[in-house]
């Protein structure tokens, strides 16, 4: 017996007891799962599977990665992000490809020939199987990224501290990603706040290397570009000696020991500011 | 510069081949420094110089591998780090170890600024590698 006749055996089979099998491999999978996900959406998901294998099937394929099974790949995918996102486990993920094999088996091994079927069925699905934990680990390393990206945020908070200065406590270390987070808040918040002042904070920063000092600058330029004025509040003394000893200079940026410091110079600024607003209308 | 290396008994290694390595790297050094009684300023020199240096092996060197340990000199304490890569070595030491000179985008500053913050400070590069030795004492 050849793979061709197999394949008819094993259309033939899965054609004429579809119901049958389908509402078995719908009850097995939904005990696994054991009620997370309502008996219709799963009777529809892996009936849209069924079809689609059995389409391939129809075809002429056994090949996982070939053409044929391009829509059942589609729809795994579809079922292992679904998953990944409802936080099922990847094997409950997989088991409900593997299930179908569970559901043929009994129907499927009474001679040879179809015992033969049987095998190169159960190769199919393992393919199956895999690209459908292959998709749930994709699903996850995005899930897991953009957590790591809404960390970022949520440590990088801009606030306003007054009318016309905002603040950005830094706390840790400042590598590239987080300044480009930082430095896009700020900006926004300038412009949201209606701000001329901007005081970055770098207390609870534990070292500041030359790249640490890189990006603070990289920041106070791009603040200075949208024409308020920013200040580096919060160099501990060990801050600054060792940031003289590296040899790097803040130019005309403004630094303060404390934020309570910078803030009241802000604060003096924006009076100031104020005045010579009041003054150029009289 | 002696051989520290050689002398101690417990050495602590650890890769480098991530900017989180680094990190990780900088809080080996800081515990050690910490541990070796350094004041706050010299603890945080030497931690800055190991970014320094740390960073530099990443982004020029490919990665690499720390040592780190205690030491002592005359019964005063400090803190011994090595620093080893395999990358293509540093052709012109004297002008790598110029304020402000750099063969990519960063300040120049972090080799010589690094010299500036330790006490000891020993580099041999070529072109299997470059391993650069900072001792730190405990004033
Ligand atoms: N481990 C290394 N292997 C190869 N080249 C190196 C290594 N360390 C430093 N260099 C070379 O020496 C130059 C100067 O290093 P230095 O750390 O002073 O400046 P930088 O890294 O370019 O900038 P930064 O101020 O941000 O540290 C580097 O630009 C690089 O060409
Ligand atoms: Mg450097």
Redesign the interface.
Known sequence: MNTESNIRLLVDTLTEQREKFLTQWTRTVGEDLRGRLSTAELGRELGELYDAVLEAMTAGSLDSRGEHFAETRSLLIELSRNRARQGFTPTETVRSVFALKEVLEPSLTGDADSARAYLQFARLLDGLGLLTSEAYLRTREEIISSQAEQLLELSTPVVKLWDGVVGVPLVG?L?SARTQVVMEKLLQTLVDTDSTHAIIDITGV??????V??HLLKTVVAARMMGAQCTISGIR???A??IV????EFGDIPTNASLSDALRQALKEVALDAEDDVRGLL | MKDYAAECASLETVPVSTSGDVVSMRQMVRILAQRGGLSLVHQTKLVTAASELGRNMLVYGGGGSVRAASVTDAGRPGVFVEFRDKGPGIADLDLALTDGWTSGNGMGLGLSGARRLVDEFDIESGPSGTTVRIVKWAK
Do not use: E, R
């Not at chain 1, 534990?206 to 790249?211: G, H, I, K, N």
């Open positions: 270390t590598d534990p070292t500041v290397d030359t790249q000092a890189q003394p060990q801050i000696q060792t000893a590296l040899g790097i």
